[in-house]
């Protein structure tokens, strides 16, 4: 049981490259989330999805895309890479029994992205 | 919009010492309060609170919500070093769309908490 893995875990891109960060997680979790994290922001929310072949988005999408083809994976694209998008990016998952006492959400190790 | 503001935003004590994180929170349709600890790394799990004046306890660490006034503590007692990390909140708050209801965290900046020997 791997929990919740992020490929790369680091990157170098020019401005203008695009990539896809992959997460996946083997735990049967519903929800997936992507987040970025900056020095002094928290960390923010960019796209979610609930459930295989739905996405949503969250706090801070402009420049991201994201799919969920199957439940256990979850990427999100960069289709323009801008030094804006320098970050450390953040996979979570969690299940949804219904309970809030009982769900707890894991974070993958995180990818960090340079954007030069 | 949802809004959690962590206070303070750093904070530097010696080992043995008690600390108080504190969090508030905007938010509409409330679900729970979690409460994580970033090292290095990702950030990991401490506590997660629904109801108000039932205080979470887990070896040195504690938390307790207080749903009327929007807030919730962390409190660590007896600091060690490794206690030193940046303690996030996050509020859970539900959302419906067309799909349905879905449930949606906002994290605050986080207090950096460091723990001197």
């Known amino acids: 049981n791997a929990g919740v893995t992020q490929t790369p875990k680091f990157r170098v891109l020019k401005t203008g490259q695009s990539m896809t960060l992959l997460c996946a997680q083997d735990?049967?979790?519903?929800?997936m989330y992507w987040y970025r994290q900056d020095p002094g922001m928290g960390l923010r929310l960019i796209h979610y999805?609930?459930?295989?072949?739905?996405?949503a988005k969250g706090e801070v999408p402009d420049g991201y895309n994201v799919s969920r083809l199957k439940k256990q994976n979850f990427l999100l694209g960069l289709e323009s890479a801008a030094p804006s998008q320098t970050s450390v990016y953040f996979c979570?998952?969690?299940?949804?029994?219904?309970?809030?006492?009982?769900?707890?959400?894991?974070f993958g190790p995180g990818t960090r992205l340079l954007v030069l | 919009e949802d809004k959690v503001v962590q206070s303070p935003l750093s904070l530097v004590v010696h080992e043995g010492d008690t600390v108080t994180l504190n969090c508030s929170y905007e938010?509409?349709?409330?679900?729970?309060l979690l409460w994580y600890k970033q090292e290095k790394k990702a950030p990991t799990f401490l506590f997660m609170l629904?109801?108000?004046?039932i205080e979470k306890k887990s070896g040195r660490l504690s938390s307790i919500l207080d749903k009327k006034e929007l807030f919730s503590i962390l409190n660590i007692t007896a600091t060690q070093t490794g206690d030193s990390a940046i303690y996030l909140c996050?509020?859970?708050?539900?959302?419906?769309?067309?799909?349905?209801?879905?449930?949606?965290?906002?994290f605050g900046k986080g207090t950096l908490l460091t723990v001197n020997p």
């Open positions: 979570a998952s969690r299940t949804t029994s219904g309970a809030p006492a009982r769900e707890t959400q894991y």
């Open positions: 735990m049967n979790h519903e929800y």
């Open positions: 999805s609930v459930g295989e072949g739905t996405t």
């Open positions: 938010v509409t349709n409330f679900r729970s």
């Open positions: 629904t109801s108000s004046g």
């Open positions: 996050a509020v859970e708050a539900r959302r419906w769309n067309s799909g349905g209801s879905n449930y949606k965290l906002t």
